[in-house]
Antibody, heavy 112, light 110 residues
Framework: EVQLVESGGGLVQPGGSLRLSCAAS????????VHWVRQPPGKGLVWVSL????????NYADPVKGRFTISRDNAKDTVYLQMNSLSAEDTAVYSC?????WGQGTLVTVSS | QSALTQPASLSGSPGQSITISCTGT?????????VSWCQQRPGKAPKLIIY???KRPSGVSNRFSGSKSGNTASLTISGLQAEDEADYYC??????????FGGGTKLTVL
């Protein structure tokens, strides 16, 4: 079965860090560009970041630029999102997607 | 960059066909054939239903189809079913090497 599975979310204090993972099963994620998106509670989907197949091309939405870093390990069929200097405005369900599908998401809550 | 423009809501009866539009600019929808659509049922994670304007991932019903003309992409759902009631979002790659979502369309099946 083709699946994307996110992990690494949780409760973090303002100013803290988290690393999210997006792992693929049933297909080779290395062949696909991958996007991270987020959805604040009760709101719509917002694009966060993208990475090309070999990791040489990455980009970020303005609100996270300089704080978030996307990377990938194609040997592990996994894409990561390192999130630093988190604030309450980053609270959301984070999910990854590629042309093969969409993950179920992981909740990030930034609160003291 | 402003979100892509989608109708906030649409409704249809079972068996009907409906079309959701997604209007952008020559810097996003009109620039490339990289428009995707996802379906989000209440309380659930999004599900990819269309990518590259008109391609369906494995397992997605052929009742879903996508197209594009100029700066507007469209998602058509034929033979509307109760299970199609959901929020639908378009997303497009842009000339700035980013991506941008539409505001979402709430589809109600009457």
């Amino acid at each position: 079965e083709v699946q994307l599975v996110e992990s690494g979310g949780g409760l973090v204090q303002p100013g803290g860090s988290l690393r999210l993972s997006c792992a693929a099963s049933g297909f080779a994620l290395s062949s696909y560009w991958v996007h991270w998106v987020r959805q604040p509670p009760g709101k719509g989907l917002v694009w966060v970041s993208l990475i090309s197949t070999d990791g040489s091309n990455t980009n970020y939405a303005d609100p996270v630029k300089g704080r978030f870093t996307i990377s990938r390990d194609n040997a592990k069929d996994t894409v990561y999102l390192q999130m630093n200097s988190l604030s309450a405005e980053d609270t959301a369900v984070y999910s990854c997607f590629s042309d093969r599908g969409w993950g179920q998401g992981t909740l990030v809550t930034v609160s003291s | 960059q402003s979100a892509l423009t989608q109708p906030a809501s649409l409704s249809g009866s079972p068996g009907q066909s409906i079309t959701i539009s997604c209007t952008g600019t020559s810097s996003d929808v009109g620039a490339y054939n990289y428009v995707s659509w996802c379906q989000q049922r209440p309380g659930k994670a999004p599900k990819l239903i269309i990518y590259d304007v008109s391609k369906r991932p494995s397992g997605v019903s052929n009742r879903f189809s996508g197209s594009k003309s100029g700066n507007t992409a469209s998602l058509t759902i034929s033979g509307l079913q109760a299970e199609d009631e959901a929020d639908y979002y378009c997303i497009s790659y842009t000339t700035s090497n980013t991506a941008i979502f539409g505001g979402g369309t709430k589809l109600t099946v009457l």
